[in-house]
C-alpha cells in the first residue's frame, strides 16, 4: 500500500491485483491547467516550492509521492495510460533507469541547457540535475587528520583496517560512487580498490549514512562514507544532543587533485506519455529559476546547480570543493556492473 498525494490530499488505495491505484479525476485532461508530478521527494520546503510556481503560472501541481523504484514499476505499468507528466527523483541511478525503460521523453530547453552543466544532465535531453550532493569522507577530529586521507582510493590504505564505516552495497549511492571509481580506473582496478575497502570496514555495513556518521561520533570507526546533506540534516535541526556530535565531525572532500569529488543529484524528466506536455516543459524549466533552485537545495540541505545561487548555510560551511565532472549518466549506467564487482570483492 502507498500513500498517494493529489493536490495537497492524501489518498490510500490498493487495487486487487496488487498495484497501488487511486481515482484522481481530471488529472489526464490535456487541456486542464495541471501538472501530475511523480516525485520521490518528500520535504517540506519542495511544498512551497510547487505553491509558487501555481501562482507565478495558474498551473496546478497534483502530486503522488513514493519510493522511487515504486514510482518507476507504476509507470511501466501504466503505459499509455500514465497521466504522470513529470518524474522526480534522488540518485542519477534511478532517474537513468527510468530514462533506459522509455518511461522519459526528450525535450529541447534552452533555460534548461543554458542553466543547468553538462554534467548533470542527460546528452540527449531526457533528464537534468536540479540539485546536487557531494559523496564524502567524514572523520573523527580527535583520531584523523584532514591530511591523513586525500581520496577515496586512500579508503582502501591498509592503515586504515578496522576503521571505515560505510552502506551495504546494495544502496544506490555505494553503487554509483563506485560507479565512478569505475569510470576513472577501469574494472580491475575498481575490484581492487573494493577489495581493500571491504578490508578495512570496521564493521559489516549496516543503516543509512547518518547512522554512519552516529557511527563514528561513537568511536566505532574513524571514517565514513557520506551524503553531505545527512550531516547538513544534523547541523540544521539544531537538537542539544547532536552539539557534541557536530563538534567531532570533520568533513573532506576527497580527490581535490586529481578528478574532484563524487557529485550525485536530484533530477527529473518529462513522462513518455505526458498529456500536459507544455504545462510539465514549464515546471521543469521552472526548477531551474533562482527562487526554485534555493527552495530544492534548502529542502534537503543540497546544492543548487544553477552557478549564481548560494549553497545552504548548513552545508556551505563545509567549504568549496572541486567536484568531479563525469557526466552523471556515465556512473549510473556503470551501476550494475559496479555491484557485480563489490559482490566480487565482498561488499555485501
Known amino acids: 500500500m502507498e500513500r ?14 496488487g498495484m497501488a491505484s487511486v481515482a484522481m479525476p481530471n488529472v489526464v485532461r490535456a487541456q486542464e491547467k495541471v501538472v501530475n508530478l511523480y516525485s520521490a521527494r518528500h520535504y517540506d520546503t519542495d511544498e512551497a516550492l510547487y505553491g509558487d510556481f501555481a501562482k507565478a503560472t495558474g498551473i496546478r501541481i497534483n502530486r503522488i509521492d513514493g519510493n522511487p523504484d515504486a514510482l518507476i514499476e507504476r509507470l511501466k505499468a501504466e503505459g499509455s495510460n500514465s497521466p504522470c507528466d513529470v518524474f522526480i527523483s534522488i540518485d542519477a541511478g534511478r532517474i537513468e533507469a527510468a530514462r533506459a525503460q522509455g518511461l522519459l521523453q526528450a525535450i529541447n530547453s534552452e533555460a ?70 569505475l569510470a576513472a580506473h577501469g574494472a580491475e582496478k575498481t ?30 570507526g574513524d571514517l565514513a562514507i557520506s551524503n553531505t546533506y545527512y550531516l547538513g540534516k544534523i547541523i540544521r535541526t539544531n537538537k542539544p544532543e547532536d552539539k557534541e556530535l557536530i563538534a567531532k565531525i570533520g568533513v573532506i572532500f576527497p580527490n581535490q587533485g586529481d578528478r574532484g569529488t563524487h557529485i550525485n543529484i536530484s533530477g527529473g524528466g518529462l513522462a513518455a506519455h505526458a498529456k500536459n506536455k507544455e504545462n510539465g516543459i514549464k515546471f521543469l524549466e521552472y526548477l531551474v529559476t533562482a527562487s526554485a533552485q534555493r527552495y530544492f537545495a534548502a529542502g534537503n540541505d543540497e546544492y543548487p546547480v544553477v552557478a549564481n545561487v548560494a549553497a545552504p548555510a548548513s552545508v556551505a560551511g563545509f567549504g568549496t570543493f572541486k567536484a568531479d565532472k563525469l557526466n552523471a549518466r556515465v556512473f549510473a549506467r556503470n551501476n550494475a556492473e559496479a555491484l557485480k564487482i563489490m559482490d566480487r570483492a565482498g561488499w555485501k
Open 191 to 220: 575490484e581492487a580498490w573494493c577489495r581493500g575497502l571491504v578490508a578495512n570496514f570496521a564493521r559489516a555495513p549496516k543503516g543509512g549514512d547518518t547512522d554512519q556518521i552516529r557511527a563514528v561520533a561513537a568511536g566505532e
Open 112 to 181: 534548461i541547457v543554458g542553466a543547468v552543466p553538462d554534467n548533470l544532465r542527460d546528452p540527449d535531453g531526457h533528464w537534468f540535475g536540479f540539485s546536487t550532493r557531494a559523496r564524502v569522507i567524514m572523520y573523527h577530529k580527535d583520531r584523523v587528520k584532514p591530511g591523513d586521507v586525500a581520496s577515496y582510493e586512500d579508503l582502501a590504505n591498509p592503515k586504515w583496517k578496522g576503521k571505515v564505516l560505510t552502506r551495504s552495497s546494495t544502496n544506490i549511492y555505494s553503487q554509483s560512487l563506485t560507479g565512478s571509481v
Open 4 to 17: 498517494f498525494v493529489v493536490g495537497r490530499r492524501s489518498f490510500l488505495a490498493m487495487s486487487a491485483g
